[in-house]
């Protein structure tokens, strides 16, 4: 069964960028062969869409994240990676991804933003 994991969150102060990092175990999986999403369920709320990126590699952005977020595939290492530039205290929460052929959910991986 493929897993997945979530990882590259820290603590950054607002203005911050992260690379968060999107790998799955499971050497017949490719990332490059379906669509990815990451989501976030920030504190007290419910998981939202934060990016998603087509196996052609076409993007899509929801909300507040547009123009500050940037997702992509990378093919070599088989992962799928969301830039995320000058954070703000509300992307505090916790970051999954997932593909839409995988009925699974990793553990998250937890960005805070503070100053």
């Known amino acids: 069964q493929v897993q997945l994991v979530e990882s590259g969150g820290d603590v950054v102060q607002p203005g911050g960028s992260l690379r968060l990092s999107c790998s799955a175990s499971?050497?017949?999986?490719?990332?490059?062969?379906?669509?990815t999403y990451w989501y976030r369920q920030l504190p007290g709320k419910e998981r939202e869409s934060v990016a998603g990126?087509?196996?052609?590699?076409?993007?899509v952005y929801w909300g507040s994240v547009k123009g500050r977020f940037f997702i992509s595939i990378d093919a070599a290492n088989n992962t799928v990676n969301l830039q995320m530039n000058n954070l703000k205290v509300e992307d505090t929460g916790t970051y999954f991804c997932?593909?839409?052929?995988?009925?699974?959910w990793g553990q998250g991986t937890q960005v805070t933003v503070s100053s």
């Open positions: 997932k593909p839409i052929t995988l009925q699974t």
């Open positions: 499971g050497s017949e999986f490719s990332f490059s062969r379906t669509s």
């Open positions: 990126i087509s196996s052609a590699g076409s993007p």
